[in-house]
């Protein structure tokens, strides 16, 4: 599920399967503490980024969290 989210919302900025293009933040280098961070920019909105504030539910931020986490270069 947060592929599809991360697919549909996220990979046109981010790139295709978090391939980072370099326009935007790497979402690889997130650590797995800051979630918080996370949370706030997708949000809140950050730069460039709208924000989502009300778009996603929490089930789905959680789930776009955990596909993040699993493709981090940590």
């Known amino acids: 599920m947060g592929q ?18 370099g326009a935007t933040f790497d979402l690889r280098e997130l650590k797995q503490d800051e979630r918080a961070r996370f949370d706030t920019a997708v949000l809140n909105g ?12 929490q089930a ?9 986490r699993t493709r981090a270069y940590e």
């Open 60 to 68: 789905q931020l959680n789930e776009l969290w955990d596909y993040i």
């Open 46 to 57: 950050k730069g460039q980024m709208p924000p989502w504030r009300g778009i996603p539910t």
């Open 4 to 21: 599809a989210l991360y697919d549909e919302k996220c990979a046109v900025c981010h790139g295709a399967g978090l391939r980072n293009t």
